[in-house]
């Protein structure tokens, strides 16, 4: 893969994780732009993916999400550039703010901005998942699966590692039991 794609994937994966702030939902708005919209690296189904595999796989959103960009775009290497695109502006904003934040966290200026920021990350998060139902596939079955993940996870406090596995086991079957149907049809 030529290099040109490394330093793509750093660039836009740096201006995701220097650009975005509230964790890895918050950047789901800016990475679906750049790379579906801007990039054309992923289809709008191949985005709703990465982010079941990125939320449902150990680590951050947003690493797990450059990591599998990069593969795809320029595989191994691609992944690197990707990951280290994103890790790095936090990484020097979190060096920078430890040193800062210890001399200034006690100004009320300063409490107040991170009032402001706390208030404003729930909106990003809507966003986000606005945007992600919007292009999700809407029947009956995804109904029948969301509410009570949603209600697990919300109001019962699983797991969410139980409720995507439960998710998944729900998909196997529902689609084995789809084809078995589609089977019997097609031998009639």
């Known amino acids: 893969m030529k290099p040109k794609a490394w330093k793509d994937l750093f660039r836009v994966f740096f ?9 890895g939902y918050a950047m789901i708005p800016l990475i679906k732009r750049e790379v579906v919209e801007e ?14 595999i990125a939320e449902s796989t150990p ?3 947003a690493i797990n999400s450059a990591t599998f960009v990069g593969s795809r775009v320029a595989g191994v290497p691609g992944a690197a550039a990707a990951t280290l695109g994103v890790i790095l502006p936090s990484f020097f904003l979190i060096l920078a703010i430890s040193h800062i934040l210890a001399q200034v966290q006690h100004f009320k200026m300063v409490e107040d901005a991170f009032e402001g920021i706390r208030a404003g990350v729930p909106v990003l ?9 919007r292009q999700a596939e809407k029947n009956a079955f995804t109904y029948a699966v969301l509410i009570p993940a949603f209600l697990l996870a919300c109001f019962f406090q699983v797991s969410s590692i139980l409720i995507l596995l439960l998710c998944a086991l729900a998909g196997i079957l529902f689609q084995r039991r789809d084809a078995s149907g589609a089977g019997k049809e097609e031998d009639s």
């Open 125 to 133: 998060i809507a966003s986000a998942l606005l945007s992600l139902y």
């Open 15 to 23: 201006k995701i994780g220097a650009f975005t702030f509230g964790g």
């Open 39 to 52: 990039k054309k690296w992923l289809s709008d189904k191949e985005m709703l993916d990465l982010i079941a």
């Open 59 to 61: 680590g951050p959103l």
